[in-house]
């Protein structure tokens, strides 16, 4: 297996090799309205290949000619030993609405007046700001921060972290951490992650894990806090009353001001409380939140802004109203509370739903599903100040975080992400523009930082990663709103619908949605502590937990690749390890459950499979040395490429050999067909003709689950060149672009089979249906949905190859897919911008390597010419010599060749029939990968080297074939086969 280079990356890697550093813009964008000073900044910045080896990294940022202190932490080192991704932090003056374009440079970076210092021991963590002084410790109970200190005097007098189990009613404080980890460290930004258990519970057995986040000549801490349920022992569902983050202030002002829906200030005595009882989303009318004192009303209505303030000790809590319940309140000593799981309000039942609360939170209290967190983000001052306008500000702003990105043509070119190479969306409008095309508007998205996503029928309504397409989109539109739903996404994904392992590996098998048994197929945990009625009856606690249920992430609804991306965007590694707690449970699945065996094993699930293989690859280049993430790439990989061919058919696609009468797929209309041309099929199966042919039908299933497998395959490829992969991906591009648009209805269906009616033939139900069609398939009803999947199955193919042939027909599926909305009679007049919108309605993540393609014509589009001598000798020991004359290309150079052998005579894909061929001479595709091609030498030299992987034929002949490749990725036509004895 050699390493194929893309043609991008030869640029990238040409023009670095040719300049001593490098340049790239990087823009910040204050997005709330709110001006800003010394705001800190983050953002993950993609690095190119091969640039800089792990401790190499040295950036400096300058704004203009200024220069802006930066820190950039090593994020990703990938599989090849380079750093891919770091995490940039700097701190920056912004108006209002105000952009900047720094730029970033291979150098020293500046150094700021005050760095952020951290001193680890044995015992604890203690953290300098410069203003803020505070330690984390490590041989006791945590309590967040200790001996905090403002400009040298001590400000906080201690805290706590608890919760209180609903099940038994006992509060559990936290224990001393089983971990107390650095991340991030440097002279702007340190961010310490703690994890652990809670004392004594050994009921819910609950834990915990936050990350603190403190910046150089700052005040403020960012705190995420996260209780997780999560048991190796049993499936558990934890019914949480209460979850405390406790402070208290060695002074208070006698004054709390309260973020309501405009800043309060309570005066006097009595506990003073901020209660979310409601959610907003879907609750338009009814009063969601109440400001108390010592019981007594102050305040009911909508809009809180969900922070409160005594003294110069300030908390905001950004979730506070749109993941209720929440409270933040002030005691009577002054101890400032963070509740993220206080009481839901009462309200009527309306059908099976309690209004205003929040769908899958229908009880009074909060549950915790089984390998499921709860988790908020505070930022916390020590030494705030400012009146009530300038508090909530100060909260505004917290809850929009001013982040700092490279342009998406960046990511695109570095080939960073799991789509590769991607058009932004100026390239997607150039394609417009040179197709002659008309759009509809250019998609947008508001800002709304504090969007939450709590619940999803993953099942019934997911059918893409939500998460992965809404990043993609930010990157293409640079549009803020884009991000903050993604992160809402990614929230819901590594809260909920991920099975949280903490500190265990995943052993219940397969994942099927809960209809009634336990969600892993092959259980080894212990029963769970309580049922619950499902199909959404019972009780609303019974509801609450079937809500839950629907919304874990099982074997087929399975995603996970925007969690990484966002990682490397912002260095959530909440996300990272939730990603890889997903690919622990396809582990689980595939060897626990389906005994993948390579060379016997059929995928089971086509888009299980796909969607698993492709968020493991993704999960696996920024963790390439996890050991979980290794053994599944290669089982993805191996059961794959070593398919048996009755499940993986010679035209290129995944079609299992059918032992089954084919009774959805013999419409009346097809029946009669098979009438008049005296074709039978029995219950075996098996298909006859009038002329004494027999063949087996082939299923496929549904049309769209192909596309995962495909692109899983596409991104394994592009990462380490393994051929056999290419081949198929090329493969596949072909299939798609010869039988899977329907040439009647120019749609393609949502299941289909090979081989009916005829043996060669996909099954078309329309072909044969009698309606009648323009030439555009308009007139029945048609839904593009499905034809959207396939446009990048052919440019992808094209990015390998070069062959025009399959960039037109990706654009021809876009075309058809694009125009037709759902169930519609017939096409819009206007094209419609690639977009994303969750659960399930994609195309951005099957459409951007086109526009990418096509926006950026390759240099050179012509191929090398075909070999036409080659000969071939068979040295014994599965070796052989071939020899031939090296090929001429016109406006480029031969790069690297691909030898192949076979038992039976090699046809290009294009000339390969299957009703003729099958059996009698291979495709191309599916001949073996020799090994040990030599590196090329210049047009007309001769060429001979030994080639290794050669099959013992028991005496048969062997056939021999070469292409070669250009540094343009233009791959050359098929050279004469040689036949040896």
């Known amino acids: 297996m050699r390493a194929v280079i893309s043609s991008a990356l030869l640029v990238v890697l040409s023009w670095i090799s040719l300049a001593e550093a490098f340049e790239v813009p990087v823009n910040v964008e204050e997005p709330a309205g709110i001006a800003r000073k010394a705001e800190p900044v983050s953002g993950g910045i993609a690095l190119p290949a091969g640039m800089f080896r792990p401790g190499t990294v040295e950036l400096a940022l300058f704004d203009g000619n200024k220069s802006v202190p930066v820190q950039a932490s090593e994020l990703v080192v990938g599989p090849k030993g380079f750093v891919r991704w770091v995490l940039l932090d700097f701190q920056l003056d912004l108006g209002a609405n105000e952009i900047k374009t720094l730029m970033l440079k291979t150098g020293r970076p500046a150094i700021p007046r005050r760095p952020l210092k951290v001193t680890e021991t044995a015992n604890l963590v203690r953290v300098d700001t410069g ?37 038994n009613d006992k509060r559990y404080y936290t224990d001393v951490p089983k971990l107390v980890k650095l991340h991030y460290v440097g002279p702007l930004r340190a961010t310490i992650e703690v994890r652990g258990k809670f004392k004594d519970d050994e009921s819910a057995q609950l834990g915990h894990c936050t990350y603190i986040t403190a910046w150089a000549g700052r005040s403020d801490i960012l705190v995420r806090h996260s209780i997780i349920n999560s048991r190796s022992d049993r499936r558990y569902f934890a019914k949480v009353k209460s979850s405390r983050i406790e402070l208290k202030p060695m002074r208070t002002a006698g004054t709390v001001v309260a973020g309501a829906d405009k800043p309060k200030r309570i005066n006097g005595g009595g506990e003073v409380s901020l209660h979310q009882g409601l959610e907003e989303e879907r609750n338009r009318e009814l009063a969601s939140a109440r400001l108390t004192q010592a019981g007594r009303l102050l305040w009911s209505g909508r809009g809180a802004k969900g922070w409160i303030s005594n003294g110069p000790l300030w908390v905001a809590d950004r979730l506070f109203r749109s993941d209720p319940p929440r409270l933040l309140s002030v005691a009577s000593d002054g101890t400032v509370i963070l509740d993220a799981a206080a009481r839901l309000f009462e309200r009527h039942k309306q059908e099976n739903t309690i209004r205003g609360r929040p769908y899958a939170c229908q009880d009074d209290y909060r549950w915790l599903y089984d390998c499921t967190a709860h988790s908020s983000e505070y930022r916390i001052d020590f030494d705030a100040a400012g009146d009530g306008t300038a508090l909530a500000a100060k909260a505004d702003a917290a809850a929009a975080r001013v982040w700092a990105f490279a342009p998406g043509q960046w990511y695109s070119q570095c080939e960073v992400l799991a789509v590769g190479r991607f058009g932004t969306l100026a390239d997607e409008t150039a394609c417009h523009n040179k197709w002659g095309w008309t759009a509809n508007r250019e998609p947008d998205r508001r800002p709304n930082p504090r969007r939450f996503v709590g619940y999803e029928d993953n099942h019934y309504e997911s059918e893409a990663d939500s998460a992965e397409g809404l990043l993609l989109m930010f990157l293409r539109t640079g549009k803020r709103g884009y991000f903050d739903e993604a992160e809402a996404w990614v929230r819901y994904h590594t809260d909920v619908q991920a099975w949280r392992t903490e500190g265990w590996l995943w052993k219940d098998g397969g994942i099927w949605f809960p209809q009634g ?26 509801r609450t937990l079937w809500r839950l249920a629907m919304a874990k992430s099982c074997y087929c609804h399975f995603y996970g690749a925007g969690l990484v991306d966002w990682y490397c965007l912002t260095g959530d590694r909440e996300a990272l390890q939730a990603a ?31 969607r698993g293989f492709y968020v493991a690859v993704r999960t696996w280049m920024v963790q390439p040395d996890n050991p979980t993430l290794k053994r599944l790439v290669n089982l993805c990989r191996s059961t794959f490429v070593n398919l048996p061919e ?31 041309n005296s074709i039978t099929a029995d219950d075996s199966g098996t298909f006859r003709d009038a002329s004494g042919n027999s063949w087996k039908w082939r299923d496929i299933g549904g049309t769209w689950m192909l596309a ?47 081989d009916i009616p005829r043996k060669g033939d996909i099954w078309d139900e329309w072909k044969y249906d009698g309606q009648q069609r323009n030439e555009f398939g308009e007139g029945p009803r048609h839904s593009g949905w499905y034809t959207r999947f396939f446009p990048d199955c052919c440019a992808r193919a094209y990015s390998w190859t070069g062959e025009k042939y399959l960039l037109e027909k990706a654009k021809e599926f876009w075309s058809f897919g694009n125009r037709r909305l759902y169930q519609t009679t ?34 050179d589009t012509e191929p090398p010419t075909a070999i036409e001598d080659l000969t071939a000798k068979r040295l014994g020991g599965g070796k052989a010599v071939v020899s031939f004359t090296a090929p001429a290309d016109v406006g480029g150079k031969v790069i ?65 074939a070469v292409r070669s490749f250009d540094d343009c990725s233009n791959r050359s036509a098929i050279s004469n086969v040689f036949k040896t004895e």
């Open 826 to 859: 017939k096409m819009t007049s206007q094209h419609h911008f690639a977009t994303h919108h969750p659960p399930k309605d994609d195309s951005v993540l099957s459409t951007v390597r086109l526009f990418y393609e096509y926006s950026h014509p390759k240099k």
């Open 896 to 960: 690297r060749y691909q030898v192949k052998v076979a038992t039976i005579p090699i046809l290009p894909y294009e000339d390969w029939d299957c009703r003729r061929d099958s059996g009698r001479r291979r495709n191309w595709w599916r001949a073996i990968n020799c090994k040990g091609e030599s590196v090329t030498k210049p047009a007309g030299s001769k060429e001979k080297f030994v080639i290794t992987n050669i099959p013992d034929s028991n005496g048969k002949p062997l056939f021999f």
């Open 708 to 754: 995962y497998i495909h692109s899983a395959c596409n991104l394994l490829a592009e990462q380490t060149g393994d051929e056999d992969l290419m081949d198929y991906v090329i493969a596949s591009g072909h299939f798609t672009a010869k039988f899977m648009l329907s040439p009647v209805a120019r749609q393609t269906w949502y299941y289909t089979a090979l």
């Open 517 to 542: 048994g336990p969600p892993g197929n092959r259980p080894v945990r212990g029963k769970a502590n309580r049922e619950f009625a499902h199909w959404n009856k019972g009780t609303s606690v019974d």
């Open 580 to 610: 890889i707690d997903n690919c622990e449970t396809k582990w689980d699945e595939f060897t626990h459950y389906r005994n993948f065996t390579p060379a016997k094993s059929s995928l089971g699930s086509t888009r299980g499979f796909g």
């Open 131 to 167: 203003r803020v002084v505070f330690e984390v410790s490590k041989n006791k109970p945590f309590n967040l921060v200790e001996n905090v200190t403002v400009n040298g005097k001590e400000t906080l007098n201690g805290g706590s972290i608890s919760y209180v189990d609903g099940l």
């Open 646 to 676: 009755e499940y993986l058919d010679e035209r290129g696609v995944y079609a299992v050999v059918a032992n089954k009468y084919p009774k959805n797929y013999l419409t009346d209309s097809i029946k009669e067909f098979m009438s008049k």
